[in-house]
């Protein structure tokens, strides 16, 4: 059995006890390097279709839904998600201007909504180089 017991004498000296032998050891300072962050910056890929047919439409808040949209379906894997007004709140857009939007992306055929009553709709994306998963 390897046993390492560990302590101080009174003069500062350190030692270990190891299979009962008494071993001095000296400790050396170490300067902890701080760990590198391989993290970065979120960023969302706009397919060229989209960038086209993003070009026609008349609001910013349906950019903002768009790349919102393009967030989920990139986490979602393609599935179709359902897209909450407090969602788009953190992002600046009201639940009006995400109806507006909606309706907007959907007319040059950039999304599919599924409209259900008192529910949030639930979005599948049409273009994005995934293809559709099943539900």
Same mark, same amino acid.
């Given at each position: 059995?390897?046993?390492?017991? @560990? ?14 032998? $008494? ?12 760990? $590198? ?13 989209? $960038? ?26 393609? @599935? ?53 998963? $099943?539900?």
């Amino acid at each position: 059995m390897n046993v390492l017991k @560990k302590f101080a004498t009174n003069e500062g000296r350190q030692f270990i006890i190891r299979e009962g032998r $008494k071993i001095e050891v000296e400790i050396l300072p170490c300067e902890a390097q701080p760990s $590198k962050s391989r993290r970065r910056e979120p960023f969302t890929l706009v397919p060229d279709v989209w $960038k086209q047919r993003l070009a026609k439409v008349k609001y910013i808040s349906t950019y903002r839904v768009a790349l919102h949209i393009l967030g989920r379906n990139f986490e979602t894997h393609g @599935k179709p998600f359902t897209l909450s007004n407090v969602a788009l709140a953190l992002e600046g857009v009201s639940r009006w201007q995400k109806w507006r939007a909606l309706l907007e992306l959907e007319e040059v055929g950039l999304i599919v909504i599924e409209r259900r009553k008192r529910k949030t709709p639930r979005i599948t994306t049409l273009f994005t180089g995934r293809k559709p998963a $099943k539900s």
